[in-house]
């Protein structure tokens, strides 16, 4: 990929407001996900040289799980809260702001000596995520000129790309160089203040322009259900997402652990097979938006975390190439779930666009967290195997999808 191509040179055209209601504007929408792609291939570097950081400081997998935990729970708590303060005073540059904080956790990171100063490289890296997510996603709304699951899924994708980069980075960089090669990564931050200053000037001329024509011509409808249902569904939705992530987490965090130990796999070789599952994540984000906004979100989310079981549940038992395999499959079927539940809760609760961005993925960091820290006092008291064991049933709690009401409007299966 080429960081300097259209996404952000397109952007000093002045778009109108008709654009965005009417067509999507792809260089928007490129240039975030773009940005996407180089703040998670930041944030994927911190998972991806846990083995780096164990065997330096003599960690132990809780230790490990207390790091997520740190960086996960500081995107979690914020998120909401930045959501819900810019859906009434939106902020165009914070976005360069926040790819700013996550600058320093990075610089921070790469000179840490010391267990604690780990700890707050990586919850300044949460910290700048908490900024970015919520106000990238209501950008990415803005831009799809109806096509939300399209918008979210292309927003997202590069954010998955960027996961799926660390583990590799991290295998061709950080292992054979040791911590301190971590500070040749602060030019991807200084990129993405650069990208996320374009979108910046993008989104206040659009808030302008919007301001001038009024408000109420841009209001979304509302879906007719009742309160208890709304409140009901987005339960449901939060059952699904500690599902769906917990079981990510297991496989992000521990999988390089997994096929060390059990198959004896180089740190370096292990890095390239949890490349080939975050890219597999990649492509199922890619497909879960476009296709939920042609058959509506609740197949699609059906499909994509029920379907995992089969998979999940024969992974503990199999050889190291049908591992890869098995993870591969639940790595494109399982992803596809997120950008649907995201635009089927903002569809539960029009007008609120980032303070559901926010409230949703900061549950994300926030179970990934959790979950983390949790799964690592498991794995010392057991094994990583029996944690594989143990996670392996966690997709069937997908057959709650079926409490969910119907939502999806004309517009959106178009």
Known sequence: MKPSADPTSALDVKSPVRSVAGTTVMNVLLALSLSHLLNDTIQSLIPAIYPVLKDSFRLSYAQIGTITFVFQMTGSLLQPVVGFYTDRRPKPYSLAVGMGVTLIGLVLLSQAGTFPHILLAAGLVGMGSAVFHPEASRVARLASGGRHGFAQSLFQVGGNLGS???PLLAALVVVPHGQGSILWFSGIALLGIFVLSKVGGWYGRHLAERRAKGAESHREPRVALSRGRVVGALAVLVVLMFSKFIYLVSLSNYYTFYLIDRFGLSVSHAQYALFGFLFAV????????????????KRVIWISILGVAPFSLLLPYASLPATIALT???????????????????????????????????????????????????????????????????????????????????????
């Not at 990649?282 to 979100?297: E, F, K, L, Q, W």
């Not at 790595?331 to 596809?336: E, P, R």
């Not at 949703?360 to 094994?383: C, Q, V, W, Y």
Request: net charge neutral; glycine share 16%.
């Open 328 to 414: 591969v499959c639940i790595g494109v079927v399982l992803a596809s779930a997120f950008p649907a539940i995201l635009v089927y809760a903002q569809e539960l609760v029009p007008g609120n666009v980032g303070l559901i961005a926010g409230l949703f993925f900061g549950l994300a960091f926030g179970m990934a967290g959790i979950g983390a820290a949790l799964l690592g006092r498991l794995a010392d008291h057991t094994s990583i195997g029996f944690v594989f064991k143990v996670c392996a049933w966690l997709p069937l709690i997908g057959l709650l999808t079926g409490f969910l009401p119907e939502v999806d409007t004309p517009k959106a299966r178009t």
């Open 164 to 166: 799926s980069f660390g």
């Open 282 to 297: 990649a492509a199922g984000t890619i497909i879960g938006g476009p296709v939920g906004d042609r058959i509506g979100r």
